[in-house]
């Protein structure tokens, strides 16, 4: 059994040889979700402010990134595998957060990006329309804050605001 010690120094590491910024920042957001009350900010935003703190991320890489992280998590919670690996993990934070890096090691983050677009898209024939994709991430948010996503609802309050504007 690994003293405290080494599993502190295990799961502080900045990243991964090899291991994508939106890994780590998924990682990081799955497990703040898993053990933290949500606070002020999300647990994604508190996770890359964690991730990037140290480091100068060019903004376009950011925004590709969490993008990436996001689409992780949304398939960690959709295939099942969040459940899973808390009910593995037995309650130990450390043990959960060690699950948590195995299985997106394991994740191939193309794949699910792929999923991903398809489910967006709806098809594979080329971008639809900005019309119809704003519509498909208002139905989302929509589909998120009746989830009970309090960050979800935020937006949509936002986006009310806009129209309301206009």
Do not use: Y
Request: contains cysteine; neutral net charge.
């Amino acid at each position: 059994m690994p003293s405290q010690t080494e599993r502190s120094d295990e799961f502080d590491r900045p990243t991964s040889h090899g291991r994508s910024f939106a890994k780590d920042i998924a990682e990081l957001a799955l497990f703040l979700e898993l053990t933290e009350p949500a606070g002020s900010i999300g647990h994604l935003d508190a996770a890359t402010a964690e991730v990037t703190s140290d480091r100068r991320v060019p903004l376009t890489t950011l925004k590709r990134c969490i993008s990436e992280a996001r689409a992780l998590i949304e398939f960690a919670h959709e295939s099942g595998a969040l459940r899973h690996l808390q009910a593995r993990a037995a309650g130990a934070e450390w043990a959960l957060r060690s699950e948590l890096a195995v299985w997106l090691d394991e994740t191939r983050l193309t794949e699910v990006l792929k999923q991903r677009a398809l489910r967006l898209n709806r098809s594979r024939g080329g971008r639809p329309s900005t019309t119809t994709r704003t519509l498909r991430a208002v139905e989302e948010l929509v589909a998120f804050a009746r989830a009970g996503r309090p960050d979800a609802l935020d937006e949509l309050r936002s986006i009310q605001a806009l129209v309301a504007e206009a």
